[in-house]
């Protein structure tokens, strides 16, 4: 018996690679949405949560640097799925804090 061979549909698979990054912004807003905010008590306003989550997800899938990654940040911002842009820094001092953290 020979190797079994399976057809290609180009057509749906350029579709794929063309709008992966446009479906998975629109995806990953939508899952951020239904994240509740925690309440705030005192201090500076914090950047939301779901802003934040959005962010740091969006900067793992790119693999980019924080400082590269701004200009992903700000596309999203205009497209108004996150509500301001933070600095890189904000980014990097999320990624370290043990509540938006999944490793100990």
């Known amino acids: 018996m020979g190797k079994r061979t399976y057809g290609q549909v180009w057509s749906a698979y350029n579709a794929a690679q063309v709008n992966?990054?446009?479906?998975?912004?629109r995806l990953l807003c939508a899952l951020c949405?239904?994240?509740a905010e925690p309440e705030q008590s005192r201090g500076r306003t914090h950047l939301p949560i779901r802003d934040v989550l959005f962010c740091?997800?969006?900067r793992v899938y790119t693999t980019l640097s924080c400082?590269?990654?701004?200009?992903?940040?700000r596309a999203?911002?205009?497209?108004?799925l996150i509500s301001r842009v933070?600095?890189?820094?904000t980014i990097f001092t999320y990624f370290g804090r043990k509540e938006t953290?999944?490793?100990p």
């Open 86 to 89: 933070p600095q890189y820094n």
């Open 67 to 73: 400082r590269r990654f701004m200009t992903d940040l």
């Open 20 to 25: 992966e990054k446009d479906w998975f912004l």
């Open 101 to 103: 953290n999944a490793f």
């Open 76 to 80: 999203a911002h205009e497209k108004d």
């Open 56 to 58: 740091m997800a969006l």
């Open 33 to 35: 949405l239904g994240i």
